[in-house]
């Protein structure tokens, strides 16, 4: 599980302005923010960095949630 969708969210920012960035269709970019498909390292990696977060903040610890 990811956070992409969530910290979109917090900073105003349009998955279409995230799939231009990566180069990836909107398709693609939608499925990870809707946690239908998980990004690779590399590509979790390039999203944090356009984000502005920490990989750690992308990643959602499903051991901590109720």
Same mark, same amino acid.
């Given at each position: 599980? /990811?956070?992409?969708k969530e910290i979109l969210n917090e900073k105003g920012i349009k998955?279409?302005?995230? #799939?231009?960035k990566l180069g990836k269709s909107?398709?693609?970019v939608n499925a990870? #923010?809707?946690n239908r498909k998980?990004?690779?390292l590399e590509t979790l990696y390039?999203? #944090?960095e356009l984000l502005q977060v920490s990989v750690?903040?992308?990643i959602?610890? /499903?051991k901590n949630q109720n």
């Open positions: 599980m /990811n956070r992409i998955q279409i302005w995230l #799939a231009e909107f398709k693609i990870y #923010a809707c998980q990004p690779s390039q999203i #944090a750690k903040d992308l959602v610890d /499903n």
